[in-house]
């Protein structure tokens, strides 16, 4: 199968091999050494010398963890949003009391780093600034080292999900002002789901100490303390911590400038591409196309369903659909992680020999 979707995504034999080991003790000594070893890695991909914590949780626990950590109920927070993830993480910071203002883009577009700045003007008292790197439900990369620039220049936190972009394309933790930027373990990383990591700068942790939204399992604090004996503060998902030391020393030796390169080769690849086959890409403005995932317009008159069925069962390849509103208006075709070229290729020659069979003419020259 050709595991083509945005996460969870396909793991390296040599990862996967590393997930059976038998257990250990997660209060002994190789444990200790285990999290100190992914902690420091996950430390240079981050590009940041402060804490990594890892949470045995999906991605969206790492959200919840960076809202509970750092806010308290009523305060105010504003949410920029490009499509579902960003609806996400508004919707963590409601159900935990905070008053959001939202920023609200169409599907396909990047938020402008100017509007945030005017929304931030127009709310002064707003305390965080909630924002999605790269919108895996449209395909679309934000400007984030442009939007740091605002935020800091407002004095404001600022909290990333960058569960899909960490890893694959490049982030700057330290050097762009992040706060708090969350990833997930099923995606750029080549380990199977089950761990998040959260990333706190010395900002956030004063923020921590004043903020009073409930936390016990995600509480930042805890992780850190036992973080410093070597331990996670509950049984953490050690047979991923397994995986995850595989995969970040696979990514070691690869290189994150050459990780970078490659994610940017195949996002174009993917791109020209679906454009060849006459497709349209649902990212209004290419500059912001994301490198780890493609959203595609499904060309009227075809049923996406269909056509996400013809392709894994004649071609084995495997794609998404569209999320919430987008559902049967696009299709997304993944390419983060333990991916190649030969991997799109197969993709879009899947593509091109499926389409006409749930009714769509290919250009002539296709
Ligand atoms: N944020 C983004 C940008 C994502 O792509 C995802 C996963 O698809 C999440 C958050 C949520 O992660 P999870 O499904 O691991 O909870």
Redesign the pocket.
């Known amino acids: 199968m050709n595991l083509r979707i ?2 969870p995504t396909p793991c390296p034999p040599e990862v996967l091999a590393a997930s059976a080991r038998q257990m250990i003790n997660h209060r002994g000594r190789e444990f200790a050494d285990l999290i100190r070893r992914v902690v420091q890695r996950l430390k240079r991909f981050y590009r940041t010398e402060h804490d990594v914590l890892v949470l045995t949780a ?4 790492g ?1 919840e963890a960076a809202i509970v950590n750092t806010l308290s109920p009523g305060d105010q927070v504003l949410a920029v949003s490009i499509g579902e ?1 960003g609806q ?1 993480f508004a919707e963590i910071a409601e159900a935990y009391g905070a008053q959001v203002i939202r920023l609200e883009y169409e599907p396909g577009q990047a938020a402008d780093p100017e509007d945030v700045r005017r929304a931030l003007a127009q709310h002064p008292q707003a305390r965080a600034v909630l924002v ?1 790197h ?3 439900s449209t395909g679309v990369t934000n400007p984030l080292a442009d939007i740091a620039r605002v935020v800091r220049e407002a004095d404001r936190l600022l909290l990333v ?1 960058a ?2 972009s960490l890893s694959s394309i490049p982030v700057e933790t330290d050097a762009w002002g992040l706060d708090v930027v969350v990833s ?1 373990s ?2 750029g990383w080549m380990v199977p ?1 089950g761990l998040a990591f959260v990333s706190m700068s010395p900002r956030a942790w004063q923020a921590y100490e004043r903020a009073r939204m409930p936390r016990v399992y995600l509480d930042l604090g805890r992780h850190r303390r036992f973080l410093e004996r070597g331990q996670t503060p509950w049984t953490p998902a050690v047979s991923v911590l397994f995986a995850l030391d595989v995969a970040l020393e696979m990514m070691e030796r690869e290189g994150l400038e050459n990780i970078f390169a490659r994610h940017a080769r195949i996002g174009q690849m993917a791109r020209q591409g679906v454009k060849a086959l006459g497709l349209k890409l649902l990212a209004a403005d290419e500059r912001y196309a994301s490198n780890t995932v493609t959203a595609v317009r499904v060309p009227e008159g075809v049923d996406a369903r269909a056509l996400l069925r013809l392709l894994e069962d004649e071609h084995g390849v495997v794609l998404a659909g569209g999320q919430g509103e987008l559902q049967g208006k696009v299709f997304r075709i993944g390419h983060l992680g333990w991916v190649t070229e030969e991997d799109i290729r197969q993709t879009l020659d899947a593509l091109a020999q499926a389409l006409p069979r749930v009714g769509y003419e290919l250009p002539a020259r296709a």
């Open positions: 945005p996460g999906s991605g969206t626990g959200l993830f996400r999605t790269n919108e895996t999900d569960v899909s997930g099923q995606k789901p």
